[in-house]
């Protein structure tokens, strides 16, 4: 739909371009002496036609490097360069919006000064190529340069900017951050029907109409998780001084953005391929400092930091950068969509043939199961020490399991937390030691021996990341941040209150042991948290690493251990997904931003069929009915964590948060859920979710490839829905 | 025409499909909270729970009208939102969807600050500048104004600048003004408007440091001192039965009353957690009352003061839905969503409870109306999502005691550190086990008492004790347990004990250092393990560090003052004589703490009486070793013995300034040294 004031502005723009041509046909005749390029025929809002294949047609601007990526079969297009101009931007935001490319520099300790291609000096060389084009850029003032490379593919479009063409010849000036086309299929206020995907949570919407100014900023979230290297620059207000009240937002877990313009039936799914370790993701609405939507990926080449020189940091401390940048290249791959598929359905399924393709995701034994788990022990102060608090035995387990089968319930998945000698802060784990007040060893041994053969699939939980300072030597092998103090993270609990961080090297030589210990017995099904959804910058023994170290280290430990034990790892970043068996702990909400308009399951539509996913423990959900209908609706399976003893027990040691986790309690529920649940998922075993659509009245409507549809209404009241009618907060399958 | 959030807009699409529904129904996609939901246990300690109420819809302009700066608003039961549009001088009336009905008092209104809407639908206006109330009707025509009361009490000087009113039944309006520190101005709607007084004043807190800092000063500083000026309330809420809430900045724990029509506070003991500052207070549906702090937290009390929840928060500019910038006014729907009004956003932020906070406002109101059987059903539920959760605990303990389930509830009763209720069923159960066992205990008692006759009739003529008691005399006679005999002695014969100490070499070092580890041990085990009702510390926390060295640093402190001040005051005591005697000075200590220690297992709150009288009955005992000690050892008269102890005290004051001193002077060098350090290494590892 495009609005009258884009026709209009269409219209002027063919005259001008009309009026452009007459002149120059009058006034240079000598350009019909230059032989033309096959490319330079073509020309789209200023840009030339360089590339082209079956589908897509790459047209490119030389001044600004910008470029616009068209749908051969319906002429419809996107550009990373704005053509409409509101009149309203000053030539910083001008340069901004148009410009291919977009430095933050760090100048003494002022990191927000902006470099473009447009307003500052800059030398360029431009060479085509079969596919598209490599421009050298050099900042004359700045003595600062990079190349970036531009490739059409038969999907899309792949920009780069590699490492070694990064320069920085002076030492005036570092950069910050780099953005490869910022404003990529951006758009004035309500120009596009459609939305921006962010990688928030499950998946989160913002459309393309007009906020009216109400969001003065937008989304701006690193890529796998906050860095633990440096110190959280935004205060943060406790309750009371003391309280964190406001939940942390939810980790991107996947390095992806996407735009759809779903008038145009054109959208893109950008897939951040190299440099993702350390970069965020921005999309602002409209409103947001100017009238257009935009999002994209920023790589951070450098930081600033506070380096403390004395215990109170507020006094004694100065502004320092980052010695080094980090050094990866930079490398976004948009995967176009045009027609049914522009939508964030289409996404989901261009993300899921992308990560099959290129090995990133495997698939795996998915059948349906309920996943119960068990806390074993956890300590609590005494006069001297600690004492053990006994939550469930191995024999208690074996209750359970048995009493569950009496139920019918035999589809199972259990982790078992706290089994290690010492309970479950006992940290690292280094040896295949259980603990002797749940039962010790041998039985632990027997009862995984047991659960394999009655079908359950049986996992031991171990913290790879986190030491226990109270318990363990903490001295050494323990990460320090980017200004060489020892990283600490604060629990606010009263038996253990901190914990440190073990270096990647150290995780990897501690938790191999532990692998190969347990292996001897016969043990080698592992749940693995810690290492699976943290990524940091460190200082160990006077060498600084980066979150391209740390992901690299993670990501040799699993692949080295990969045949010798199963894993299945919790809330797993992106590049860890090929070596788990199962999502742990799936975030099925979003982190409430005011700005998002939908939340969308888009990382279990990519997932569904592929790996099971479990969702967070439903003990702690307050609205357990609309929880179990997002587990309906994501295709995700139940989780509880479960206790034999109450779990008051718990209320003077560290898991004092696990207020409600008595067996006898969720019994009910469990086999409850595991009836309705199994239904309906071995209705869709194997398959992909094909289509989702979110209805007006409160109905969502999930399509799989198999043929079945699942209708859920999230409303209090009935509703009907193509023919069928649905009881308030309730879901019906049709095959 | 984007009025409100995307949610409410389909929540009115489907309020027009299923015609004449009163209720938006919550249609949520997206329902998780950015915020954490936090309640407090029974020693005051926060901890987390269950999210209590959801973010539900945000009316961010009513029809096409922008709000500004709006500092009130009000529900009424015809489903109506009266918005105070303070920005824009006007009241703007919403119905529950953000569809316009109407707008009036433009013109009329100067600065306005505060509203009420009464029954019949008369809205009051508290307008600041223009120093008046006025008074529109159901269709915004002005009827009336009041304006400064024209009556001595209410004081010639003193200016009516309205910013808060309430109204009840027979009309009288409640008036909070600022700058007025008499307390709420009462007008009774009679006569144009009479003055009836000031009503719930605050009370200035005298703290012994406030009595006497003004005894030395001035009458012109005394007048300048800000702690003798009462607080003005903030804001204030009236329930049906005609009772105000008020909340006020600054008065701590008594941040939220509740007042009778006397102006009496009927919250009885103070709030368990309170406020800094308040903005607004509302009365629930449930005999339940909340708070909105300007900071964006919402608190739910009890009507007894008790926290329930407190949640949400500010907003640092992540723009996360269910957080605040600045709260001015909050109020509550017939569905126990919560409505609080952000002037800075100029938003209604709208929060519905969970299922959590459902069944506990079930189990709140059967319990307050004494239906304790009923109520237990909610609460088990309540508990079966929150084994922790405190009111829940307490509440379910208590229905227990109503049911003689005495041994279940004293478990409930423990947990929620309902001390009184634990004390009630503990007497229970005492009682019942007496029933049972008094019998067999008389017997018991009878039967040894029978046993040691014999015994001691058949020792008396045949001796059977004998080797028992060589044992138990070879024992006696080993040298260290003769001195700790020694304890014995000198408890009940000071004066000669004394003269054992400092001349016949009855105790030695050794011994007392026994006894002080008697001592730490007594005061650990007491102070840890006693019986609940008696347990001054949190369960579940142990410091022995700070116990043991609080014994030894308080003893090295007192002995080592007292030996340096004797020595300067012909004192004849040598250090070794005063530290013995010191220690066998709290002899009583070791013998009645045991004592102490068995009864806090058996009293209940009616006896604990017996305990503090054997703790007083220890300290008296004590002071009076103590003192004779000095007199005895040092050979000083009584005046004498006075004049030390004064000394001593002064010595032990100057001694822990100087300490401090030293601590904090060390501490500078020490992190001067550090930034040194600091920098040292930063400037060599580059």
Known sequence: MATKREKQNGALKKKIALLLALVCLLTMPGVFS?????????????????????????YMNEEYLSIIVQDKATGKYMESAVSYDDGKNNELWLGQMRSGLLLQLIYGTNDTMQADLINDDVTKTVTYTDNGFAADVYWNQYKLGMRLEVELTENGVIARVPDESIREDDDTYYIGTIAIYPYMGACYKDDKEGYMLIPDGNGALIYLNDKEGRFKTGYSSMIYGSDAGFIDNTVTTLFWDEYKMVNSANNVLAPIFGMAYTDDEIA??????????????????NGANIDYNRIYARFIERKLYKQPTSNNTTVGS??????DRSHSDLQIRYLFLSGGEANYSGMAAAYRNYLMENGSLVKKEDTYR????????????????????VMTTVEDIQDIYSDLKEAGVTDLFSVYKGWQKGGIYNLPVTSYKADGKIGGTKKLTKLIKDAEEEGISFYLYEDALRINPDENNATFNVIKQVNKRKYVEETYKDVYEEFNYLTPARSDELFTKFV????????????????????????YSGTNYTRFNCADSYDQMFGSLDGSAEFVLEAPFAYLWKYTDAFLDMPLYTSSYIYEDESVPFLSMVLKGVIPMYSEYVNFEANKQEFFLKMVETGTYPSFYLTKESSADLIYTNSNDVYSSEYSVYRDTIVEYTTQLKELNDKVAGAFIAGHEIRGNGITVVTYDNGVTVYINYSTSQQTADGYTLEGMSYKVVE | MKRVSKKLLLSLAAVLLAAGMAVIPAYDTAADSPYRTYTVDGYGYVTETQTAYLPYAIITKVGEEALSGPTDFMLTDDGLIYILDSGNARVVVSDRGGNLV??????????????????????????????????????????????????????????????????NEAGTMYIICESNTNGIVQISPVENGTFLGYFGTNATNPSLWNIVWRAIQTDAQRAKSQANIPATPDNMAIDEKGLIYTVTRGEEERTLKRLNIAGTDMIAGAADAYEDTPAAVAVGNHDNVFVASSQGYIYEYTNEGELLFVFGGSDDGQQRIGLSTKLEAIQVDEEDRIYVLDSDNAWIQIYEPTEFTGLLHQALYLFSKGRYTESKEPLTEVLKMNNLFDYANMAMGRALIQEEDYENAIVYAKLAKDYEGYSDAFWEIRNNWLKRNLVTVILILLGAFLLYKVIKLLDKKKGILKPVRAVLSRIGNVRLIRQLRYMFYF???????????????????????????????????????????????????????????????????????NYLICTINDGEGKLKHIYCSFVYSLSPYIVITPVIFVLSHVVTNNEVFFVEFARLFMVVWIAVLVFISIREINNYTIKETVKIICLTAFTILIALLLAFIIYVLWSQVFDFIRSIFGEVVYKLGN
């Not at chain 1, 043990?523 to 460190?538: M, P, Q």
């Not at chain 2, 008092?105 to 223009?130: F, H, I, M, Q």
Request: glycine share 8%.
């Open chain 1, 34 to 58: 230059v032989p033309l390029t096959a490319h330079a025929e073509q020309q789209l809002n200023g840009h030339s036609l360089i590339a082209e294949n079956s589908r897509y047609a790459l």
């Open chain 1, 268 to 285: 893109y799914l950008a897939v951040v391929e190299n440099g993702a370790e350390r970069a965020t993701i921005e999309a602002l609405p």
């Open chain 1, 318 to 323: 100065f502004d320092t950068v980052e010695s």
């Open chain 1, 370 to 389: 309920t996943r119960v788990d068990f806390l074993g022990s956890d300590r609590e102060s005494w006069v001297i020490g600690t004492n053990a608090v």
């Open chain 1, 516 to 539: 190969n210990n347990a292996a001897k017995e016969g043990v080698t099904a592992l749940a693995v948290s810690g290492v699976s959804d943290s990524l940091f910058t460190y200082n």
């Open chain 2, 102 to 167: 109407r707008t009036f008092g433009e013109g009329t209104l100067v600065s306005p600050r505060g509203l009420y809407v009464t029954e019949d639908g008369t809205c009051y206006v508290a307008d600041r500048d223009a120093r008046s109330i006025f008074l529109f009707d159901q269709e915004g025509e002005l009827i009336r104004s009041y304006g400064k009361p024209d009556h001595p009490l209410y004081g010639s000087t003193q200016d009516f600048l309205p910013l808060k009113i309430v109204v």
């Open chain 2, 491 to 561: 408890m009940r014969h000071p004066l000669d004990g004394c003269y054992g100490i400092k001349r016949q070499e009855r105790v030695s070092v050794a011994s007392a250092n026994l006894m002080v580890a008697i001592i730490i041990l007594f005061t650990i085990i007491n102070k840890y393990f006693c019986g609940f009702l008696l347990k001054t510390v949190r369960e579940g926390v142990y410091d022995l560090v700070s116990d043991i060295g609080l014994v030894v640093i308080a003893l090295l402190l007192v002995t080592g003052c």
